[in-house]
């Protein structure tokens, strides 16, 4: 799910921010690319210059190259290895064209060459110098609080966030431990305010509780329950980082798959954020 248009608009200080800035010059309307599930393993991971091994731990399917082979026959021969661009086909021009100041995506897949599966039935995974095809797309931010990341265990974890700050991107909703998982990607704008991003994964969508980073542990920034506590949380870490004219986004991974409908628990926690 994608918004190519989420728009904004408050007033802020006209002092730079320390960091990169990025231009604007919509007159204080800031643009935001926000992208729901971004999915690298298996056969797209196969198709790329460097791949993880194909084996799968899936029920149905034990090899990724199955999944090659099944675009293959729905839309003919895929030239391998593709270019990092060949992914992500038109949307890049699209994004180029809508110009966002901030490029926000989840990214359910572990960056890793990690063996310690998760018991899980279906664990992804891209190699890590296939990296750079989240930069063919500019993505700023990726955000990690969701029910993937975990799949190659803590030591994937840690590739991950590794993998994915030494290519320049920015990381949320994981961590080396809590405070790190909590903590919000910040991107500067050139008129002084700032992107703040927290990633947030709620147990319903199937994290688990052991997943959840502690001051000892790395992992992802849990929400056990949908809760008044929980909302104070959030406002706790917004309110400790946020200036005044500053946007924070807070980008949840929430509720099972396959559904279309949105609970109204989830619709109370919406509004409670806000």
């Known amino acids: 799910m994608a918004s190519l248009g989420e728009q904004y608009e408050t007033p802020g200080p006209s002092t730079l921010q320390a960091g990169e800035a990025r231009p604007s010059d919509r007159h204080g309307v800031v643009k935001l690319f926000l992208c729901g599930d971004v999915m690298l393993g298996r056969g ?9 091994p194909p084996a799968l731990l899936e029920p149905y399917v034990d090899s990724a190259l199955d999944y090659v082979k099944l675009a293959e026959r729905a839309h003919g021969p895929i030239p391998r290895p593709v270019d990092y661009a060949y992914v992500w086909g038109v949307a890049r021009d699209i994004l180029d064209a809508e110009q966002p100041d901030v490029r926000i995506v989840n990214l359910e897949t572990s960056v890793t060459t990690s063996d310690d599966a998760e018991p899980k039935g279906i664990n992804y995974r ?8 989240l930069s063919a797309a500019r993505i700023d931010c990726c955000v990690l609080a969701n029910n993937h990341v975990l799949d190659w265990g803590g030591r994937g974890l840690l590739q991950t966030l590794e993998t994915l700050r030494a290519a320049g991107i920015q990381v949320t909703g994981a961590g080396e431990d809590l405070e790190r998982a909590s903590a919000p990607s910040i991107t500067p704008l050139s008129d002084g305010r700032r992107v703040l991003v927290f990633g947030l994964g709620a147990s ?3 994290i688990p509780p052991h997943w959840a980073a502690r001051s000892d542990r790395p992992g992802v920034n849990w929400l056990g329950e949908l809760s008044r506590g929980s909302v104070r949380r959030v406002q706790q870490l917004v309110s400790a980082v946020k200036r ?3 946007i924070a986004v807070a ?3 929430w509720g099972p798959n396959w559904g279309y409908e949105i609970p109204r628990d989830h619709r109370h926690f919406a509004h409670a954020l806000i």
């Open 44 to 52: 797209v991971d196969q198709i790329l210059p460097d791949s993880c």
């Open 126 to 133: 891209m190699h890590p110098r296939n990296v750079a095809i």
């Open 204 to 206: 319903d969508s199937g």
């Open 244 to 246: 005044r004219g500053d």
């Open 251 to 253: 980008s949840i991974h």
